[in-house]
């Protein structure tokens, strides 16, 4: 190599390396102006139709940035005053309660979303509502379990379902929250007696809840405990998936039931729009298409169901308590690990 | 020499160098701090420890001990051993390197291959896909074994497989030791598998105390450990090694004559590997083909799939420019210094490699944030403009991870390319007249080029495949395509997840291919594959 040529590639090179690097820096950084910044939880259930009609409808940007609720939550955390982030979408209430707690959160009196969204499915300081709720229960095998086999959580720690028994893993913020709630309402003792009664089982456990219903279906297990959605998807993809729901608890408190909400992130330079959001999300024609397309339960309980979880009729739900959940969560996470739910 | 005679004030390029240098490795060195600043919180999740240690500790024997086994005895095949397709079979070999370990656990999740979900599982899967490191090192060893000791050891009466057993395997002890090290390390760096597998290691325990349990300085103290027995890791291997370097180079033509297998166990040697690499490279290619053609067919590509691959490729190749040019930085200090505090803090700089990338992502990410933080306040009170969040908002951060992540490798192929270019002969070019610039360009530019392309080559697929840190640090706009692999993964979304996953394997595949290329046929030198896995090495025990 010439000395010339060697002073023009360094030239050229630091030339496109600079631009390059403003240009890698920039396009990635999703910074453009009156763009409404929405950190996702839900992101993982694929690309959604309310989302995509409001960016269209109100010619709004919409930047969807998806991660686990706990990533989110302490992504704004670290970010402070500066994050970039409009709005905060979980899919479990206790990431909603713990931002509020941490005052991430700005409240919303809105009497639109008020409106929509019942009181019990949002923070009574309105800085979150929810967007749709879930039960988290018992699945059986069609083929090898009868409905009334196991009706309540604390039968998945019956003897007859050892090596029987399928759960998600127990780092699953689903999982932990269903454990904070038993905790806060049942007490310590009482949760840690009914896990270990699981545990006991030697449950196999799988990383999602679709590979706890698969499980089921191919005869690896004949029990597990899902969210019901998960149910949905299979069934809509194939109707004689051999798995049902057992609404648990039906003569106890009911079936535990969390939900999926947002609310807008304090400091947001764009609340109106934020708002403008919330509401077209919380409005019953878009909770009909969470309900539809996720096989999710709408906020308002009045929307109707999708017709694969509808066939299942109607049940009793444990009331949402989110403070409850919420205060209990580290007290969940340690006392998951101290009994060994992986 | 005398012509550079030691100076008393420290060297402007010293000076430089060091700064570099404890620049890079700052946060790696400041984690410790988080015992000072919450001593307390230590002991709130120390009930996690036991279990992180069982579960590493179960991780490292068995993939120490698969790795050692399959690979010794595959390279020790292909070395000692002549059979029909061997020239390209012991090249095959090499292919699993591009398979990522959470990608072929991604396809194993799919297929719910039974008992997957364990140590055990976990243990198959680096074992499958850590092997040719030590393969690649334990062969390059045998190949340049002379003829004459082994030779000497069968006139002393040992049979030829006899002799390999005890002359030829501890004279690759080093190699096949500094192999198993690098897959030791890759394991221990690992978090996709264990997290996909549900095996609690301890870069599992630091992701939940993290993000279950919201505690960062926790999370830095448990990454402290975990630094800490990888830093103990290297210094074993050392050990272990000693000062021996078996090095008797076979002069060409001298190398040791190849056993001719026939009849049933020629069709095995043939037969065994091909099938290992099926197993690991081509049935999840051919899986993930299939789900990825079925994804574009039902709509399940992610949405986020073009901007996912634009971005893989942007930073892959941003990284592999940058990278290398600070280690071209740091090894040209080494070179004009000529100060061992230099050459230490170089070395210094290099320990992020063999660190899980959520550690490093939690040592990058603090001091970032909090310079973001302050230069941010400053901006809005001096001249009331909002910079947003510089480093932490943008690929800034993300580039900062990768290069204290990857710079050993950089740094392991550039230096040894520019170690070997002797002083005398930049000081011959200058007694004939040229000037440092000309000294560069025609003297080391031509000479360094392997070593330039290859360490250009590793960083670009290590940022490709790279997610842990990618995952914390990633700014709005910048999923990647391992995000979206993980994303969809831990959702059981495999359709979604493949062609991601796909464009990763094969864009993993170019740099070895080119490498096996270069290396050309048996019997040449294996200069890029030396270069490679020197690199790596290098990396590792430096």
Redesign the interface.
């Known amino acids: 190599?010439?000395?010339k040529?060697?002073?023009t590639l360094v030239a050229v090179g630091t030339a496109v390396?600079v631009a390059?690097?403003v240009?890698?820096?920039v396009?990635?950084?999703?910074?453009s102006a009156g763009r409404l910044?929405v950190y996702t939880a839900r992101?993982?259930?694929?690309?959604e139709q309310p989302f995509k009609d409001f960016a269209k409808t109100t010619d709004t940007k919409l930047?969807l940035?998806?991660?686990?609720a706990?990533?989110l939550?302490?992504r704004i955390?670290?970010?402070?005053d500066?994050?970039?982030a409009d709005l905060l979408i979980t899919v479990d209430a206790a990431n909603l309660w713990?931002a509020t707690k941490a005052g991430l959160l700005e409240p919303v009196n809105d009497p639109e979303i008020l409106k929509n969204v019942p009181a019990d499915v949002r923070d009574p300081g309105n800085n979150w509502f929810g967007l749709t709720t879930r039960a988290r229960t018992i699945m059986r095998s069609t083929k090898r379990v009868s409905p009334t086999a196991a009706t309540t959580y604390e039968d998945l720690g019956d003897p007859r379902w050892r090596d029987k028994l399928c759960l998600r893993?127990g780092?699953s913020d689903y999982n932990?929250s269903f454990v904070a709630d038993r905790i806060a309402k049942d007490g310590g003792a009482s949760t840690e007696a009914m896990l270990r009664r699981w545990m006991a089982n030697d449950p196999?456990?799988?990383?999602?809840d679709?590979?706890v219903l698969?499980?089921i279906k191919?005869g690896e297990c004949d029990v597990g405990l899902t969210n019901s959605y998960y149910l949905g998807r299979e069934l809509h993809a194939d109707p004689s998936f051999p798995v049902a729901p057992v609404w648990a608890d039906q003569n106890g408190r009911g079936t535990h039931v969390n939900l999926s909400g947002l609310g807008v992130v304090k400091g947001t330079k764009h609340r109106a729009k934020a708002i403008k959001l919330i509401r077209y999300l919380t409005e019953p024609a878009q909770q009909r298409l969470f309900a539809r397309n996720n096989f999710e339960f709408a906020a308002d309980a009045n929307v109707q169901a999708a017709k694969e979880i509808a066939q299942f009729g109607s049940f009793k739900r444990d009331p949402i308590d989110v403070r409850g959940a919420g205060e209990h969560?580290?007290d969940a996470?340690?006392l998951m690990?101290?009994v060994g739910w992986? | 020499m005398g012509l550079n005679p030691r100076r008393r004030r420290p060297e402007g390029s010293t000076v430089l160098t060091v700064a570099l240098a404890v620049l890079i490795a700052g946060p790696l060195i400041g984690l410790p701090i988080s015992f000072i600043v919450a001593p307390g919180d230590f002991g709130k999740f120390s009930?996690?420890l036991p279990?992180a240690f069982a579960a590493t500790g179960i991780l490292m024997v068995g993939v120490g001990m698969g790795t050692l086994l399959l690979g010794t005895s595959l390279a020790a095949l292909v070395s000692f051993c002549d059979f029909p397709g061997r020239s390209w079979i012991e090249w095959v070999l090499v292919l699993p390197l591009a398979m990522p370990g959470y990608v072929f656990t991604l396809f194993a999740?799919g297929l719910?291959l039974p008992n997957i979900?364990s140590a055990g599982g976990a243990v198959v899967i680096f074992t499958l896909v850590l092997y040719p490191y030590v393969y690649l090192l334990a062969r390059s060893a045998f190949l340049s074994q002379s003829r004459t000791l082994m030779e000497a050891a069968r006139g002393l009466g040992l049979s030829r497989g006899a002799a390999i057993v005890r002359v030829g395997l501890p004279l690759a002890r080093p190699a096949i030791l500094g192999g198993v090290a690098l897959a030791l390390m890759e394991t221990l760096a690992d978090f996709g598998t264990v997290?996909?597998?549900?095996v609690?290691t301890f870069t599992?325990a630091i992701y939940?105390v993290?993000?279950?349990?919201?505690d960062?300085e926790a999370a830095m103290q448990f990454a402290t450990i975990l630094m800490s027995i990888t830093l103990l890791l290297l210094l074993l291997e050392r050990l272990a090694r000693g000062r021996a370097r078996y090095h008797y180079n076979a002069s060409r033509g001298d190398v040791i004559p190849p056993i001719r297998l026939r009849g049933p166990a020629a069709v095995a040697a043939v037969v065994l590997p091909l099938l290992l690499v099926g197993v690991v490279l081509a049935a999840p290619v051919a899986q993930l083909s299939v789900w990825a053609v079925q994804s574009i067919q039902n709509h399940?590509l992610?949405?986020?799939f073009a901007t996912e691959a634009?971005?893989s490729l942007?930073?892959s190749?941003?990284s592999a420019?940058?990278v290398p040019l600070v280690a071209l930085a740091l090894a040209y200090g080494v070179r004009t210094s000529r100060s061992r505090t230099a050459g230490g803090a170089a070395r210094l700089a290099t320990i992020g490699y063999g660190l899980p990338g959520s550690v490093v992502a939690v040592a990058v990410?603090v001091p970032l944030?909090w310079l973001?933080?302050r230069l941010?306040d400053a901006a809005g009170a001096l001249f009331g403009v909002d910079l947003?969040?510089i480093f932490?908002?943008?690929?800034?951060g993300l580039f900062c991870a990768y290069l204290v992540r990857f710079l050993a490798l950089a740094w392991g192929a550039v230096e040894s390319s520019l170690a070997r270019i002797p002083a005398q002969l930049d000081e011959a070019a200058r007694g004939l007249g040229a000037d440092r610039?000309?000294v560069?360009?025609?003297v080391h530019?031509?000479l360094m080029r392997t070593g330039l392309i290859t360490a250009t080559l590793l960083v670009f697929t290590e940022v490709m495949k790279e997610l842990p840190a990618t995952?914390?640090l990633?700014?709005?706009?910048?999923?990647t395509l391992a995000v979206g692999v993980w994303?969809?993964?831990?959702?059981?979304?495999f359709q979604?997840a493949a062609l991601p996953a796909l464009l990763i394997v094969l864009v993993g595949l170019v740099p070895v291919a080119l490498m096996i290329r270069l290396s050309g046929r048996r019997g040449t030198e294996l200069e890029v594959a030396g270069s490679w896995t020197e690199a790596e090495r290098e990396a590792v025990t430096a």
Not at chain 2, 487 to 493: F, G, I, M, Y
């Open positions: 190599m010439s000395r040529r060697l002073i390396l390059g690097f240009g890698v820096v396009a990635t950084s999703g910074s910044v992101s993982h259930y694929g690309e930047t940035f998806g991660g686990e706990s990533e939550y302490e955390r670290s970010e402070g500066k994050t970039r713990r893993s780092t932990v196999k456990i799988f990383g999602s679709t590979d698969d499980a191919d969560l580290d996470l340690q690990q101290k992986d | 009930n996690f279990e999740l719910d979900r997290n996909l597998l549900g609690r599992d939940r993290w993000f279950n349990a919201f960062r399940l992610a949405p986020e634009r971005n942007l930073l190749a941003m420019v940058l990410i944030a973001d933080h941010g947003g969040l932490t908002g943008t690929v800034i610039i000309d560069i360009a025609r530019v031509p995952l914390l990633r700014p709005l706009d910048g999923d994303q969809a993964t831990t959702e059981s979304l979604t």
